[in-house]
Protein backbone atom coordinates (compact mmCIF):
# COMPACT_ATOMS: atom_id res chain seq x y z
CA UNK A 1 0.00 0.00 0.00
CA UNK A 2 1.59 3.62 -0.67
CA UNK A 3 0.77 5.70 1.80
CA UNK A 4 1.97 9.06 0.42
CA UNK A 5 -0.87 10.94 0.52
CA UNK A 6 -0.24 13.05 -2.60
CA UNK A 7 0.70 10.47 -5.28
CA UNK A 8 0.64 6.82 -6.90
CA UNK A 9 4.01 4.41 -7.20
CA UNK A 10 3.52 4.58 -10.96
CA UNK A 11 2.46 7.66 -11.53
CA UNK A 12 -0.43 6.23 -13.84
CA UNK A 13 -2.68 8.89 -15.44
CA UNK A 14 -1.35 10.76 -13.16
CA UNK A 15 -2.12 14.63 -15.08
CA UNK A 16 -5.70 13.42 -15.95
CA UNK A 17 -6.82 12.43 -12.36
CA UNK A 18 -4.83 15.99 -10.98
CA UNK A 19 -7.47 17.58 -14.01
CA UNK A 20 -10.03 15.86 -12.42
CA UNK A 21 -9.37 16.42 -8.27
CA UNK A 22 -9.11 20.31 -9.70
CA UNK A 23 -12.16 19.74 -11.35
CA UNK A 24 -14.40 18.47 -8.01
CA UNK A 25 -12.56 21.19 -6.03
CA UNK A 26 -14.24 24.04 -8.48
CA UNK A 27 -17.49 22.42 -8.43
CA UNK A 28 -17.29 22.68 -4.60
CA UNK A 29 -16.23 25.77 -4.36
CA UNK A 30 -19.21 26.87 -6.67
CA UNK A 31 -21.84 24.63 -5.06
CA UNK A 32 -20.85 24.22 -1.67
CA UNK A 33 -20.85 20.82 0.16
CA UNK A 34 -23.80 18.27 1.68
CA UNK A 35 -26.48 18.50 -1.42
CA UNK A 36 -27.08 14.71 -3.01
CA UNK A 37 -24.67 12.88 -5.29
CA UNK A 38 -26.33 13.24 -8.68
CA UNK A 39 -26.09 17.38 -8.80
CA UNK A 40 -22.23 17.24 -8.33
CA UNK A 41 -22.28 14.41 -10.78
CA UNK A 42 -23.36 16.03 -13.37
CA UNK A 43 -21.21 19.73 -12.27
CA UNK A 44 -18.12 17.40 -12.76
CA UNK A 45 -19.29 16.54 -16.02
CA UNK A 46 -20.02 20.18 -17.10
CA UNK A 47 -16.81 20.83 -15.62
CA UNK A 48 -15.18 18.20 -17.39
CA UNK A 49 -16.51 18.97 -20.70
CA UNK A 50 -14.93 22.80 -19.96
CA UNK A 51 -11.25 21.44 -19.85
CA UNK A 52 -12.19 19.27 -22.87
CA UNK A 53 -11.89 16.03 -21.28
CA UNK A 54 -13.65 13.01 -22.89
CA UNK A 55 -16.67 12.02 -20.34
CA UNK A 56 -18.54 8.77 -20.74
CA UNK A 57 -21.47 8.59 -18.02
CA UNK A 58 -23.16 5.93 -16.64
CA UNK A 59 -21.72 3.50 -19.59
CA UNK A 60 -23.42 0.02 -18.53
CA UNK A 61 -20.91 -3.12 -18.08
CA UNK A 62 -22.10 -6.52 -17.75
CA UNK A 63 -21.44 -8.29 -14.46
CA UNK A 64 -20.47 -12.25 -15.59
CA UNK A 65 -20.24 -14.96 -13.20
CA UNK A 66 -19.25 -18.08 -14.53
CA UNK A 67 -19.70 -16.92 -18.24
CA UNK A 68 -23.24 -16.13 -17.54
CA UNK A 69 -24.12 -12.40 -17.22
CA UNK A 70 -26.17 -12.34 -13.72
CA UNK A 71 -26.66 -7.81 -13.67
CA UNK A 72 -24.79 -5.04 -14.62
CA UNK A 73 -22.69 -2.45 -13.47
CA UNK A 74 -22.66 1.32 -14.17
CA UNK A 75 -20.61 3.65 -12.75
CA UNK A 76 -20.67 7.53 -12.75
CA UNK A 77 -18.11 8.49 -14.55
CA UNK A 78 -15.37 7.37 -17.06
CA UNK A 79 -13.17 9.67 -17.67
CA UNK A 80 -10.69 9.69 -21.16
CA UNK A 81 -11.50 5.77 -20.81
CA UNK A 82 -9.10 5.98 -18.35
CA UNK A 83 -10.48 6.75 -14.96
CA UNK A 84 -13.21 5.99 -12.88
CA UNK A 85 -14.78 8.66 -10.95
CA UNK A 86 -17.28 7.78 -7.90
CA UNK A 87 -18.68 10.69 -6.42
CA UNK A 88 -20.06 10.31 -3.10
CA UNK A 89 -21.58 12.28 -0.40
CA UNK A 90 -21.03 10.25 2.91
CA UNK A 91 -19.50 11.23 6.14
CA UNK A 92 -16.09 9.91 5.10
CA UNK A 93 -14.93 7.45 2.95
CA UNK A 94 -14.11 4.42 4.06
CA UNK A 95 -13.02 0.33 2.95
CA UNK A 96 -16.32 -0.04 2.34
CA UNK A 97 -15.83 2.83 -0.91
CA UNK A 98 -12.43 1.70 -1.41
CA UNK A 99 -12.98 -2.47 -2.29
CA UNK A 100 -16.28 -0.95 -4.28
CA UNK A 101 -13.50 1.18 -6.34
CA UNK A 102 -11.76 -1.92 -6.67
CA UNK A 103 -14.65 -3.74 -7.65
CA UNK A 104 -15.22 -1.00 -10.06
CA UNK A 105 -11.71 -0.88 -11.74
CA UNK A 106 -11.47 -5.14 -12.49
CA UNK A 107 -15.24 -4.68 -13.68
CA UNK A 108 -13.90 -2.03 -16.44
CA UNK A 109 -10.74 -3.43 -16.76
CA UNK A 110 -9.16 -0.35 -15.83
CA UNK A 111 -6.69 0.33 -13.29
CA UNK A 112 -7.14 4.12 -11.97
CA UNK A 113 -10.24 4.90 -10.10
CA UNK A 114 -10.93 8.01 -7.92
CA UNK A 115 -13.63 8.47 -4.90
CA UNK A 116 -14.78 11.99 -4.49
CA UNK A 117 -16.32 13.07 -1.32
CA UNK A 118 -18.46 16.39 -1.33
CA UNK A 119 -20.14 15.77 2.26
CA UNK A 120 -17.41 18.29 3.90
CA UNK A 121 -16.59 21.72 3.38
CA UNK A 122 -13.11 20.53 2.67
CA UNK A 123 -13.23 17.98 -0.12
CA UNK A 124 -12.02 14.65 0.51
CA UNK A 125 -10.96 12.08 -2.32
CA UNK A 126 -8.79 9.10 -2.72
CA UNK A 127 -7.05 7.63 -5.59
CA UNK A 128 -7.12 3.73 -5.99
CA UNK A 129 -4.99 1.94 -8.39
CA UNK A 130 -5.04 -1.85 -9.55
CA UNK A 131 -2.03 -3.41 -10.05
CA UNK A 132 -0.54 -6.89 -11.25
CA UNK A 133 -0.05 -8.02 -7.82
CA UNK A 134 -3.83 -7.16 -7.14
CA UNK A 135 -4.28 -3.85 -5.88
CA UNK A 136 -2.23 -0.88 -4.56
CA UNK A 137 -4.20 1.62 -2.61
CA UNK A 138 -3.25 4.94 -3.04
CA UNK A 139 -5.05 7.43 -0.55
CA UNK A 140 -4.66 10.82 -0.98
CA UNK A 141 -6.94 13.18 1.57
CA UNK A 142 -6.86 16.69 0.88
CA UNK A 143 -8.02 18.96 4.10
Known amino acids: MDTDKHRFNDGEHKELTHL ?59 VDNSVVVDTTVIDRITNHERGQMLNYLRITKLRVGLIINFYKPKLEWERVMLTLSYLCLSVSICG
Request: aromatic share 10%.
Open 20 to 78: IIGCAFEVLNEMGHGLHEKPYERAMIVELRLKEAAIDQQRKFDLIYKGFTVGEFIPDLI
